[in-house]
């Protein structure tokens, strides 16, 4: 039973982890073309979501098989270097080792404010690399989001 339990743990955290992107994937994906964007994300299983085209913008966003994590990526028409990466997910666990990767690779803190619809963010950047990391509304407790820029 004791063995069982250890293994199922063990089995879970992979799981887990396996649906996690380091900030290096992050930082990846802004460097492919949507149609390696979207063979990658299919190999991490993630599925098909949502397809938003706006003034200027394609945003192409996949949901993980567990429903607690959703990737998109942004590609803009005209200012490509304004392509971005979000990813979003439900835990403040998660957050926080985002938070700490993000300090301990050596990015400061350098704004802070609220988005558009109201989530309050910081924004980080090392040299030209920049990362904001968005809080849920006061008062709700999901979804926390990386966005890491182009």
Known sequence: MRKTLGLLLILLSIQISAQTFTLEQLKGFNK???????????????????????????????????????????????????DRIEFEFKEKK????????VLADGYKATEKGKIITKEPYVDYYKDKEHIRLILPKTG???PYTIIVFK
């Not at 938003?52 to 567990?66: S, V």
């Open 32 to 82: 492919l073309t949507m149609d390696e964007f979207k063979k990658e994300i299919k190999q991490q299983k993630f599925k098909f979501y949502d397809r938003t085209e706006g003034l200027g913008f394609l945003l192409t966003e996949y949901e993980a098989p567990d429903y607690t994590s959703k990737i998109g990526k942004f590609e803009y028409k005209e200012e490509k270097s304004e």
């Open 94 to 101: 998660e957050y926080d080792q985002y938070l700490k990767l």
């Open 140 to 142: 709700e407790s999901s």
